[in-house]
């Protein structure tokens, strides 16, 4: 693992300095105590990097459980949702103990493009009102420019060029520029910048500074889980919903990871269920938000260069520094540097380029992905992910109910109309309509081969069919050759009969 240690480590700073304020902000907007936010960063990057099996994957405080946290404090007290948190980590061990990680696998591709275009949408959006020093929302950027802050915007604006021209052009020059990254170089600017500036017309406001709470913060208001409300309804009903939230967002983070990882690592999904669990147990029990793994912080691992999970483990090992040891050079760093690193995650998670490719690859791909994205930036992330989920399936319907079979139709040199219907290799009972569509059609005095010899699975719905079929054919005057596995049977009497004899059907 040291092997790759000057890969590594400077991805783990990129990382560190992109989850510092995250962790911060997922706390606020969870209506949690700052400090809570740091500490599930802590245990996200220390105790699930250490545990998990992800190369590249990075944990921690997740904005996708803000809304469920935020209600569940409010209605437990934060002692009572602690426990909640290491129930549902234990939940989660329980669920890697019964190897529920391939639940994962069951999303379509389509689906899990349209949630990192999602996540990337938001993200690039979210940091545009940081990058101009801006307070407040996006949508009220565009009709309040004075209060745009200038020193941000220039600050902004230099950083995001440094940023371009060191990943497009510095990083192919030589090796300097590989180990020593881009958004490193940046924040050092900012801190300088930040300083230079302070009685100047580009100075940066306080307000759009980092803001790391001392250690003493932590202290003062640390509290322990209330165990003595662990057998009440509600907390256990948080803990599920928390676990089971929290697992679903990791296994799709996982599945998307390693899509996104050039080198191709598969993440064992039960293990790292198993890491996930553990490490919500130590978070709630140190008073700590749940975690889950996290897109934005593994996407820019990986943009970094980072190989094995030590960049994980030492940007956890970098937050326990940042917020024991150094706060007040963490408050020196303008949050319109961080805001031009996170512009570049947004963009290649949601690059336009991969708009087009999906819309080439057809309506079947292009239809799942774009509602998710939709459904992801209007909605929120587990919406979004359901509503592409669904189309997927509809998409799948609409295939399979189309492809159930092949029908030839020929002339005899009698005048006879031969129709030859060969059945897929599974027929279900979402087929029944098209088949039976083309059963009806077939039109008086001909003749049909029905050959089943591919078919390894044939549902009782479409034997019915068949079944009546032969009581229609004899009063059609249609006749029937059934080719199978075991020989060729020239209107058989019965289908029902004839298949409950047939191996390997229903």
């Known amino acids: ?138 949508k009220d950027l565009f009709t309040n420019f004075g209060a745009i802050e200038m020193g941000s915007t220039v600050l902004g604006i230099v950083s995001l060029a440094i940023l371009l021209l060191w990943s497009s052009v510095l990083a192919k020059k030589g090796k300097i520029f590989q180990i020593v990254q881009g958004p490193i170089v940046v924040v050092v600017l900012g801190v300088i910048y ?80 198993f890491a996930q669990g553990a490490g919500n147990i130590v978070s709630g029990l140190i008073g700590g938000l749940p975690v889950t793994q996290v897109i934005v912080r593994s996407s820019a691992n990986i943009n970094s260069g980072g190989r094995t999970k030590l960049s994980a483990i030492i940007h956890g090992f970098l937050l326990i520094v940042a917020v024991v040891l150094v706060p007040n050079l963490m408050n020196l760093i303008p949050l319109a540097v961080l805001a031009a690193v996170l512009l570049i995650v947004g963009y290649k998670l949601a690059k336009p380029s991969l708009f087009k490719k999906m819309y080439e690859l057809g309506w079947q791909q292009f239809l799942p992905f774009i509602v998710t994205v939709v459904g992801i930036v209007g909605l929120d992330l587990l919406k979004g992910i359901a509503l592409g989920l669904v189309v997927g399936i509809v998409v799948i319907l609409i295939k399979s109910y189309r492809n159930s079979h092949f029908l030839h139709k020929e002339d005899k040199s009698n005048g006879e109309q031969k129709m030859k219907m060969t059945l897929a290799e599974e027929v279900t009972f979402i087929n029944k309509g098209t088949i039976l569509k083309e059963l009806d059609s077939l039109p008086e005095n001909s003749y049909l081969e029905l050959d089943v010899r591919k078919t390894r699975y044939l549902d009782y719905d479409i034997i019915e069919i068949l079944e009546d079929f032969a009581l229609k054919a004899k009063e059609r005057n249609i006749n029937i050759k059934l080719y199978s596995e075991r020989g060729i049977v020239e209107n058989p009497e019965s289908f029902i009969e004839f298949f409950k004899l047939r191996p390997k059907t229903a």
Not at 51 to 71: D, E, R
Not at 241 to 264: F, M, N, R, Y
């Open 1 to 138: 693992m040291f092997k790759t240690i000057k890969n590594d480590l400077p991805a783990s700073i990129v990382v560190f300095f992109v989850a510092l304020p995250l962790c911060l902000g997922i706390a606020l907007a969870s209506g949690a105590p700052l400090f809570s936010g740091l500490i599930a960063g802590i245990v996200g990057g220390v105790v699930v990097g250490s545990i998990s099996g992800s190369k590249i994957g990075v944990s921690g405080p997740a904005a996708g459980l803000a809304a469920i946290v935020l209600v569940a404090i409010q209605d437990l007290g934060f002692e009572t949702f602690l426990v909640a948190v290491v129930l549902a980590g234990v939940f989660q061990i329980l669920l890697g103990l019964v190897k529920a990680g391939v639940i994962g696998y069951y999303f379509p591709s389509s689906v899990i493009k349209g949630m990192l275009t999602g996540i990337g949408i938001i993200i690039f959006m979210k940091q545009i009102p940081f990058f101009f020093g801006f307070d407040g929302k996006l």
């Open 194 to 273: 930040y300083l230079l500036t302070k009685d100047t017309s580009l100075n940066i406001a306080g307000k759009n500074i980092v803001n790391v709470p001392s250690i003493d913060t932590y202290i003062n208001d640390f509290k322990l889980p209330n165990f003595a409300e662990i057998t009440n309804p509600k907390v256990l009903l948080t803990a599920f919903t928390i676990g089971l939230v929290a697992s679903l967002e990791t296994l799709l983070c996982v599945e998307a990871t390693d899509k996104l990882d050039p080198h191709k690592n598969v993440t064992p999904t039960n293990r790292e269920l």
